[in-house]
């Protein structure tokens, strides 16, 4: 029995030759999706319409449903295969396509909501605006996957799920949303989020062109290809530094958490006392509330040391808010006798003014 090497039994899983499409058939499929009239711009227009309806009422699956239908991954593709092939007829049909499809998405996203009458700011709008490294990635991945996808014959549900993934749709819709609302953090995070999705589909899309080693054109300018080159790094590169410094508040926001958490669960758990809520003010105070023994003043120092040990929770001062549960629950009845008594008070005074005006009006 013949050896097989492990480099070409590895091969013979990735590669990728069996399946390929003509490389031809990909350009021009590729090249095809580029154009934004007619059928192209209705559909976009209807996408638009679904995804902020999506993230009006704050359902998922409406914005997903718009994801699928929207056709604005073909100009990105083609950007990305443009550079790839070195094609500048392409690359420039590509960039002016997308942005009359960002424009006109934009204006229409914004014309719905200066119209909805329910202008609430729900959680799937506050998720795309304020991108981060990990939109990075999966913009990058989503693209890869994307010209993979393009390149071989039997494209399965591929597509579909790049759409689904790297969510060009609903960025372009909150971008809308801030026009509209005239909130501009809401615009200004909402088109990063989607210049950020453009740009790295469109550089793993020049990436997989290069691996799967299209042929280039060579009528065109060596200089004015390495320029467009050149251009197109800086451009990855200027995205990535706001997406990573959100990412790095983003995180640093989570390790505080978890730390502060950690010494809450840890270093406040007093017999016979239970901390029920706890709260920041500002940068500095860290209030607690406890309900049952009284907590000591030697151990509320022992807790404000304990809590001076963290890194992230040093600056903070402990003050504690202590409560007993009977005399709370004792309170709170004579809080609601409290209320009946006036109440009752309160509906025999308009009974009397009511009879006085009957009397002045006879």
């Known amino acids: 029995m013949e050896k097989i090497s492990l480099k070409a039994y590895l091969r013979q899983y990735f590669d990728m030759s069996e399946n390929r499409e003509k490389e031809e058939d990909v350009v021009d499929e590729i090249a095809s999706g580029v ?32 994801m699928l239908i929207s056709p604005l991954m073909g100009p990105i593709l083609g950007m990305g295969l443009a550079v790839g092939i070195d094609d500048l007829p392409l690359l420039r049909r590509a ?36 991108p981060t490294i990990y939109d990075v990635l999966i913009a990058f991945f989503g693209g890869a996957a994307g010209i993979v996808a393009a390149s071989i014959k039997d494209k399965g549900n591929v597509i579909p799920g790049v759409a689904i993934a790297t969510a060009l749709m609903p960025p372009l819709c909150t971008a809308g949303y801030g026009i509209a609302t005239g909130n501009l953090a809401f615009f200004a995070g909402a088109s990063l989020l989607y210049f950020i999705n453009t740009v790295f589909i469109a550089v793993a899309t020049t990436f997989g062109v290069f691996l799967l080693r299209f042929r280039r054109k060579h ?107 009977s005399a709370d629950l004792a309170s709170e009845r004579g809080n609601l006798l409290t209320i009946s008594k006036n109440r009752e008070k309160s509906v025999k005074v308009l009974q009397e003014q009511a009879v006085e005006i009957k009397n002045l009006r006879e």
């Not at 559909?43 to 999506?54: E, T, Y």
């Not at 060596?222 to 997406?243: D, E, S």
């Open 35 to 66: 154009t934004f009239k007619g059928a192209n711009l209705w559909i976009l227009i209807c996408a638009v319409f679904i995804a902020s309806l999506g993230l009006n009422i704050n359902s998922t699956a409406v914005i997903i449903g718009a």
């Open 95 to 130: 960039v002016k396509n997308y942005m009359v499809a960002t424009i006109i998405g934009i204006i229409t996203a914004t014309v719905y909501f200066l119209l909805t009458p329910f202008q609430g700011v729900q959680s799937e709008l506050l998720a795309r605006t304020e």
């Open 219 to 325: 009528f065109v300018d060596p200089q004015r290809c390495k320029f467009v080159h050149r251009m197109i790094l800086a451009i990855a590169i200027l995205t990535m530094i706001p997406a990573g410094y959100m990412t790095v508040r983003m995180m640093r926001t989570s390790l505080f958490d978890k730390q502060l958490s950690n010494f809450v669960q840890h270093s406040l758990n007093w017999k016979g006392t239970q901390v029920i809520s706890q709260h920041l003010y500002g940068d500095s105070v860290l209030q607690i509330v406890a309900l049952g023994k009284e907590v000591t003043p030697e151990q509320k120092k022992k807790a404000q040391k304990e809590l001076n040990e963290h890194s992230r929770l040093k600056h903070l001062k402990l003050a504690v808010i202590q409560g007993n549960e």
